[in-house]
């Protein structure tokens, strides 16, 4: 299986700053990446998908991009109600695989 | 509106087999690349994909648990299951049904369902 390593794994910030999450595969996963925010009460929003590709009412605050095997989740400017996790996956190759999540917390 | 609830047990003993139903509204599981994914998360840890199960029966396992997973599908009643046998206290944890799209695997899980919290204990 093809692991998936997400760093931070917990980042305090302000609102308005801009910040990036990684995630590295053990592979390379030819751009096969999405990403996905899950709200403290467990909700789980599918937010990016092959690497750079917003879904459908994501704001374009939210950005991806990388290549080979390392990847990255931009939030241009904090808005309160992006601080959760975040979890990468990649569907390279079966099984589809996460990574660990990094918790986006108010500094 | 695509919308997905999972419902469970909430808790069973270890040893037993969970049953978990996924009831889906707002797509055709007949429909080509779509299908409906199990994925868990044991409490304060990350995501793990199951199984999947899509048109003509299509079904993907996790090789991983294969041996303890069985996905199936009501198409007429917009409903999928996932049955995991003799469960012990690390399957404890939400499970999530997915709206799944795929190739020859599952790729992209583009609308979730609320989870629905199993314990095991005895």
């Known amino acids: 299986d093809i692991q998936m390593t997400q760093t931070p794994s917990s980042m305090p910030a302000s609102l308005g700053e801009r910040v990036t999450i990684s995630c590295r595969a053990s592979q390379g996963i030819s751009n096969y990446l999405n990403w996905y925010q899950q709200k403290p009460d467990g909700t789980i929003k599918p937010l990016i998908y092959?690497?750079?590709n917003l879904q459908s009412g994501v704001p374009s605050r939210f950005s991806g991009s990388g290549s080979g095997t390392d990847y990255s989740l931009t939030i241009s400017s904090l808005e309160p109600e992006d601080f959760a996790m975040y979890y990468c996956q990649q569907y390279d190759s079966s099984p589809p695989t996460f990574g660990g999540g990094t918790k986006l917390e108010l500094k | 509106q695509v919308t997905l609830k999972e419902s469970g047990p909430g808790i069973l003993q270890p040893s037993q087999t969970l049953s978990l139903t996924c009831s889906f509204s707002g797509f055709l599981l007949s429909a080509s690349s779509v299908g409906v994914g199990w994925i868990r998360q044991p409490s304060g840890k990350g995501l793990e994909w199951l199984a999947t199960i899509g048109w003509e029966d299509v079904k993907h396992y996790n090789p991983s648990l294969k041996s303890r997973l069985t996905i199936s599908k009501d198409t007429s009643n917009n409903q999928v299951f996932l049955k995991i046998t003799s469960v012990d206290t690390a399957d404890t944890g939400t499970y999530y049904c997915a709206h799944t799209v795929y190739n020859n695997y599952p790729i992209w899980f583009a609308y979730w369902g609320q989870g629905t919290l199993v314990t095991v204990s005895s």
């Open positions: 092959y690497t750079s």
